[in-house]
């Protein structure tokens, strides 16, 4: 029997991580891996950050769900080059698939690269893809106990963004508490407070993430 220990995976795949991010870099393509939980709000953000930043900086979005497209159709719609990586049945996007998913994308033609990991609070944060911003997504709906819960993807994470906050009335979400779990884990990490469907929080998200812009080549 051949076991092979999860470490090594690992570090094969930081590895590839770190040759994307080296490809990246060379064209000043700025990679950001968007994570979160399934209905997150995850696809909704991209759609209101695209159309901020849409004029001042060329994107391109990687699309990653176990089966399907839907998401992919929705980026499609704006105009946005988008790739689709149908992981069929991994539950987190590898540094291998984005390599994949790279290849023959023209990365001159490209300013900011986004990645829509696969809905996932727990193995998204093992896995290096080569990015330079992560940030996670957290709705107001899935509970403010979550990064006390899954300290990992939060520690890990430039910046929180708290979506639906047009929901927080009907639910028990205290911002307060969360804003704190993530500053012990996150020092220095700002957290946003976004109602994507009615475009609150956007631009000042969308501002920070232009400051996060790499060096043009
Ligand atoms: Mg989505
Ligand atoms: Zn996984």
């Known amino acids: 029997m051949k076991i092979v220990a999860a470490e090594k995976i690992l570090r094969a795949n930081d590895q590839l991580a770190e040759e994307n991010r080296e490809k990246f870099n060379a064209s000043g393509v700025t990679c950001v ?3 979160g939980s399934p209905g997150a709000g995850k696809t909704t953000l991209l759609e209101g950050l695209l159309a901020a930043i849409g004029d001042r900086v060329r994107p391109a979005v990687i699309e990653g769900d176990i089966a399907g497209s839907y998401d992919a159709e929705r980026i499609e719609a704006l105009g ?20 994949a998913a790279i290849e023959g994308v023209e990365c001159g033609d490209v300013d900011m690269l986004f990645i829509e990991n696969v809905g996932n609070l727990v193995c998204t944060a093992g896995y290096d893809l080569g ?32 979506t639906k906050m047009d929901l927080k009335p009907h639910v028990n979400f205290d911002t307060e508490r969360i804003a704190a779990d993530m500053k012990r884990l996150a020092p220095g990490a700002p957290v946003f407070q976004l109602a994507a469907v009615r475009g609150e929080g956007i631009p000042e998200a969308a501002e920070w993430l232009l400051g996060k812009r790499q060096a043009k080549k």
Do not use: W
Request: aromatic share 6%; with cysteine.
């Open 33 to 35: 891996n968007v994570v």
């Open 80 to 99: 946005v080059p988008v790739v689709q990586i149908n992981t069929s049945g991994a539950c987190h996007l590898d540094a291998n698939m984005i390599a």
């Open 131 to 162: 990015e330079h911003v992560r940030i996670v997504v957290l709705s107001t709906s899935e509970g403010d106990d979550k990064a006390a819960k899954y300290p990992a993807i939060f520690r890990g994470s430039d910046a929180l963004f708290i």
